[in-house]
């Protein structure tokens, strides 16, 4: 009230000294250690942000070419997969379940690639970890359960990540086109990996699970709605732990990339893909 | 609407009685027409009745519980030729009912631009008792199943979100959507579980055998008939075709010669190789209208079938080990004093066996009207 009075008396220029001070306190206010209390009765909300590249260069579909170790040029025509049962790390060892955590990632919808959760208990999370693909349990539910990312009538065949005629998901797909690939597979190159296992026969299993840990905290709070920013390597499909040449891979005039979980195991594709993931930072957005 | 372990109400002898009390009641309905004000309209029949001579379905009812709106529903989606790509094939096109929802005289089924699949359609019938789908067995609900044939390049060559486009275009459709589920939305759930509920209907236990065996009054089996039941199990048929289902529903190698093309069978869902080559083991309800028969149709006849268990099973890998057995070739049988294997039978024996088999037949079901096109 006396600042207003000793204003009023003052020339225009105190004022606009002022507004500047007062504008600068409300710019500072997110520092303010307020902003960082947790409150334990309101939830709050983190992204998980699906950012696909090849080594270090941007994912651009169809037209970009990349190199793979063996120096087998490939363009990437689609690139989606399934991440669920997403866990949350906090600082103290702590976790929280998501629940429900069903994502399809397609390189095709930017939309897809920000994964927001909502309803999360306030609090410090150094890491992530969630299932490359869909669980067994959910894999194998009844089709009224199989709604959002698992409808499979929302797929249509260019992003179909649904084995019809095998029940089950296809739990990454990467496909593009391959001067390595011969003619007869028309220069193209498909890695589907799926099996959950099984339902009326053990099957192979190509569920992984990604665990991954933060540079600096998230810290979700009232008005900080976090996200993790993932860089994803689609370049470790064949170049992960186990280094895959097409060319050799396609000598094979029998291989089949596309429809069988015991070639993408012996492939080594579900440890390729589960070393797809990294973290590359966090960012404390105000919300 | 499910009704367990009861018999099905007013089975008829033969078919032309029922007809014939199809058409003394209708016209009784007209007769009283005239006057009645004050009768009751007849009460429904039930959807789905198990038979009493078979045991509890494995179909997951509270999941899917069947209703009149519902299975109509599931009836003008399994007719309808706009879940194909061009619009050409229905769900029908490779399931007829006159031949218990086979596709007749075809050994292998044919799909949209007349391509050819692999494998010849199997029957629809008594899916609520099926535990996996397809002759692998690579779709474990009846739910999933649809998706395969609209899905697959040779047979429907359509996709699942096309299909469900062209359904929410159509006033009939949501119309018939609202009075199945009580709103309009079509969803993938309630597409699928409308055919399924449509195909759970198709229960077949009214054979002449069902009869006889239930003891209904009047059912009897002739003197060959009876002697091909009893060959049927002394003979090992029913170890594998086994209970009321006629089947045991697991998967098997029967010997088929390799030569007719190589299919991995059940293996080209477990990838394991003591699966090659085996396949589910079909019903045998309705035999004698599934033709042409084995996974690729290659028999035409069930005299060709039995002939190949008799004299022409193979020692393939994982040749199943009930047609190892050899010791029991006895003088006086076709194949005395050779050491391949199969099931020793004489001419005669599958004579009587092919009169038991054709007892299964079940003339209600494959004219049952509330199972054909509207």
Redesign the interface.
């Known amino acids: 009230m006396n600042a207003i009075q000793h204003i009023r008396q003052r020339s225009f220029g105190w004022f606009l000294a002022l507004s500047l001070v007062v504008s600068l306190v409300a710019c500072t206010e997110q520092s303010d250690p307020g902003a960082l209390v947790i409150d334990p009765k309101t939830n709050g909300e983190l992204t998980l942000e699906f950012d696909n590249v090849v080594g270090g260069t941007n994912l651009a579909l169809g037209k970009a070419t990349y190199k793979n170790s063996f120096g087998e040029a490939f363009t990437v025509d689609a690139f989606n997969y399934f991440v669920s049962n997403v866990v949350l790390k906090k600082a103290d060892g702590t976790t929280y379940n998501v629940p429900n955590s069903y994502y399809l990632v397609r390189e095709s919808l930017a939309s897809s690639q920000l994964v927001k959760l909502t309803d999360i208990p306030q609090g410090d999370y150094t890491g992530v970890s969630f299932v490359l693909g869909v669980d067994s349990t959910k894999s194998?539910s009844?089709?009224?359960e199989?709604?959002g990312a698992l409808?499979?009538?929302?797929?249509?065949?260019a992003v179909?990540m649904?084995w019809?005629?095998?029940?089950g998901y296809i739990f990454v797909r990467l496909e593009g086109t391959s001067t390595a690939v011969p003619a007869d597979r028309n220069g193209y190159y498909e890695l589907h990996t799926g099996g959950f296992g099984?339902?009326?026969?053990?099957?192979?299993n190509n569920l992984r699970v990604v665990s991954l840990t933060t540079p600096t905290p998230a810290t979700v709070r009232t008005r900080i709605a976090p996200t993790i920013h993932l860089l994803v390597d689609a370049g470790k499909v064949m170049d992960g732990s186990t280094k895959i040449s097409l060319t050799s891979l396609y000598k094979d005039r029998t291989f089949n990339g596309i429809h069988?979980?015991?070639a993408a195991a012996k492939l080594g594709l579900p440890d390729n893909q589960q070393g797809m993931f990294m973290v590359d930072h966090v960012h404390n957005d105000p919300k | 609407m499910i009704r367990n372990n009861q018999p099905l109400a007013h089975q008829p002898r033969h078919l032309r009685v029922a007809r014939w009390l199809k058409r003394l009641t209708l016209a009784g309905l007209v007769g009283l027409a005239g006057c009645a004000t004050d009768s009751s309209p007849a009460p429904d029949e039930p959807l789905f009745t198990v038979p009493a001579n078979f045991p509890p379905p494995t179909y997951?009812f509270q999941?899917n519980a069947l209703t009149k709106e519902g299975v109509a529903l599931g009836r003008m989606l399994f007719y309808d030729g706009r879940l194909s790509r061009d619009g050409t094939i229905s769900c029908a096109e490779c399931h007829n009912q006159a031949y218990a929802f086979t596709h007749h005289g075809h050994d292998l089924s044919h799909g949209i631009d007349n391509r050819l699949g692999t494998r010849n359609s199997l029957p629809l019938q008594n899916l609520a008792w099926s535990?996996?789908f397809?002759w692998d067995?690579?779709?474990?609900?009846l739910?999933?199943f649809p998706?395969?044939p609209?899905?697959?390049h040779v047979e429907m060559d359509e996709?699942?979100?096309?299909v469900?486009e062209k359904l929410r275009n159509d006033p009939a459709y949501t119309a018939q959507f609202k009075k199945a589920y009580g709103t309009d939305e079509v969803?993938?759930?309630r597409?699928?579980?409308a055919l399924s509920q449509f195909m759970l209907t198709l229960v077949s236990g009214n054979s002449r055998y069902d009869r006889y065996v239930r003891k209904e009054a009047g059912a009897t089996l002739t003197a060959d008939e009876r002697a091909g039941m009893a060959l049927f199990t002394s003979k090992g048929c029913a170890s594998c075709h086994a209970g009321a289902l006629f089947t045991d529903q697991r998967y098997r190698n029967n010997g088929l010669s390799l030569a007719f093309g190589e299919d991995a069978g059940?293996a080209?869902?477990?990838?394991?190789p003591e699966?090659r080559y085996t396949f589910k083991v079909p019903s045998l309800r309705n035999v004698e209208h599934t033709g042409p028969y084995m996974h690729d149709g290659r028999f035409r006849t069930l005299e060709a079938v039995l002939n190949h268990y008799a004299d022409g099973v193979e020692d393939t890998p994982n040749l199943d080990p009930l047609l190892k057995q050899t010791s029991s070739v006895t003088p006086g049988q076709s194949r005395l004093g050779q050491s391949r294997p199969g099931i020793p039978l004489t001419a005669d024996e599958q004579t009587k066996l092919i009169a038991f088999l054709k007892t299964l037949t079940d003339s209600d079901f494959l004219t049952n009207s509330n199972f054909a096109p509207k």
């Open positions: 194998a009844p089709v009224t199989r709604i409808d499979p009538g929302t797929y249509g065949q179909d649904y019809s005629w095998n029940s099984g339902m009326t026969g053990k099957t192979v069988s979980p015991e | 997951r999941n535990q996996a397809m067995g690579g779709v474990f609900d739910d999933l998706i395969a609209i899905e697959n996709t699942l979100p096309n469900l969803t993938t759930a597409f699928l579980q059940r080209h869902i477990t990838e394991k699966d």
